[in-house]
């Protein structure tokens, strides 16, 4: 077998049990026993198959629910398919669910022992690379408190560093990085590819399907457990992102244009998306909504929310007339989650300054649904923004920047 990571035509049923399933006996007894039965079974992954080969990397994409991890956790030894196979070549890294593994009574120190032999390291190998695991988790201070005490990224980020000094030949990676800050992502990626370049082959899962497309080199789409598409990423991702982009349009109601308070005209499918059960009232750029490269902005998002939405992610970019993407965040890219809202109310994105080049550009803002299925509300090109800059026209970015000539050089140049 050359492959490092063979999959066969799997499948996992799970069942699923009355919501009034009783917790006690006492309960089984009052409302009857045959509610202590699965109400049926389903198929939660069927027929997946695929192969990874050593030094490639697959990503898998797909919605809330769609079986990505009941499939990882298979391949990882976790659980027993119902149907088809796993076969893996050489050692494997798995970062399943987050703290698995760990063992929270027991210290850093004592964890990276315990995972390192288990993960099939002989107890002078884990002394071995002890020091810098210790290193690369940067939890040097923390060691020898009991991981309880840990906070989720610092669980992580000690997982991490064991599974990837095992040298393994297969590494699973289930939404884990999205719990450490920024720079310790870029650390684990860079990791990654390193990991990648030996020879390790990996399977990826992320909600980030531009993190996806930038890493991996296949994609797998599930949806309901089955494979929708797989392939090249930009493919497969791009496919995925139509299928949400239409969800939204499915979603959008009818509406006769509407103004906003700033006097600008939205009309439903053309500049404006969305189920419309949060809706954006008003949309300010302050100071003003022509700057100078390099002045700070600030963007101004009024809503108004008529029920209850849980947690919505708030998006904004900014693109220029070309319909390139020169900048785009959102809440839940930098770790935050909006509590539930209702009724009215404000959020402003604080950029302390905007080095952009000279041109026009618009601010796209959008409202999304928790897990990002689709738009409550999304304005495109409805907000102009101008850029002035007297330096430069030509390319996308505008730092602050200035030219050094050495002395050796001014001397030459005047002997010259
Ligand atoms: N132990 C279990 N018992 C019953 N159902 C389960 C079990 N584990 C997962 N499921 C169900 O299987 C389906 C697939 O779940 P899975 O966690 O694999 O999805 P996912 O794509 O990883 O979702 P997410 O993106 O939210 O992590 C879901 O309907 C889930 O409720």
Redesign the pocket.
């Known amino acids: 077998m050359t492959e490092s990571i063979v999959v066969q035509r799997l499948g996992?049923r799970?069942?699923?049990y009355h919501c009034d399933r009783p917790n006690t006996i006492m309960e089984a007894a009052l409302s009857g026993w045959r509610r202590l039965k699965p109400v049926e079974h389903?198929w939660?992954?069927r027929d997946v198959s695929f192969m990874v080969a050593p030094g490639k990397m697959l990503g898998i994409i797909?919605?809330?629910?769609?079986?990505?991890?009941?499939?990882?956790?298979l391949i990882g030894g976790v659980?027993r398919p119902d149907e088809g196979k796993v076969r893996l070549k050489g050692r494997v890294g798995a970062l399943l669910d987050l703290g698995a593994g760990l063992h929270y009574d027991l210290t850093g120190r004592e964890n990276v022992f315990v995972c390192g032999v288990v993960a099939g390291l002989t107890r002078r190998e884990v002394a071995q690379c002890f020091g810098s695991i210790v290193e690369f988790a940067e939890l040097a201070e923390f060691i020898d408190n009991p991981v309880r005490t840990y906070s989720t990224g610092m669980q992580m980020r000690l997982a991490f560093a064991v599974a990837v000094h095992t040298q393994p030949q297969v590494l699973l990676v289930?939404?884990f990085l999205s719990v450490g800050d920024l720079s310790f992502q870029s650390k684990c990626l860079e990791r990654i590819a390193q990991l990648k370049e030996q020879g390790c082959a990996i399977i990826y899962?992320s909600?980030s399907v531009e993190q996806v497309q930038e890493l991996c080199d296949q994609v797998l789409w599930?949806r309901k457990?089955q494979v929708v598409a797989q392939g090249e990423p930009e493919v497969v991702v791009g496919q995925y992102l139509a299928e949400m982009r239409s969800e939204t349009q499915e979603r959008t109601p009818l509406r006769p244009p509407q103004l906003t308070k700033a006097g600008i005209e939205l009309r439903v499918n053309e500049n404006r998306f969305g189920s419309l059960e949060v809706e954006i009232t008003n949309v300010r750029l302050l100071p003003a909504s022509k700057l100078h490269s390099g002045d700070a902005l600030s963007i101004e998002i009024e809503y108004l929310s008529p029920q209850l939405i849980h947690a919505p992610n708030f998006g904004v970019s900014i693109s220029n007339e070309d319909g390139e993407v020169c900048f785009d965040t959102n809440i839940s890219a930098r770790e935050l989650a909006l509590p539930s809202i209702q009724g009215q109310g404000k959020i402003t994105l604080r950029l302390d300054r905007l080095d952009l080049s000279g041109g026009q550009y618009f601010v796209d803002v959008g409202i999304y649904e928790t897990?990002w299925d689709y738009a409550y509300d999304y304005h495109w090109h409805a907000y102009s923004l101008v850029i002035d800059s007297m330096i430069q026209k030509r390319g996308l970015l505008c730092p602050p920047h200035r030219w050094e000539i050495s002395k050796a050089q001014m001397t030459m140049l005047k002997r010259l």
Do not use: P, V, W, Y
């Open positions: 996992k799970f069942s699923q389903f939660a992954l797909g919605r809330n629910g769609a079986g990505k991890s009941t499939l990882l956790r659980g289930d939404e899962i909600h599930l457990g897990q």
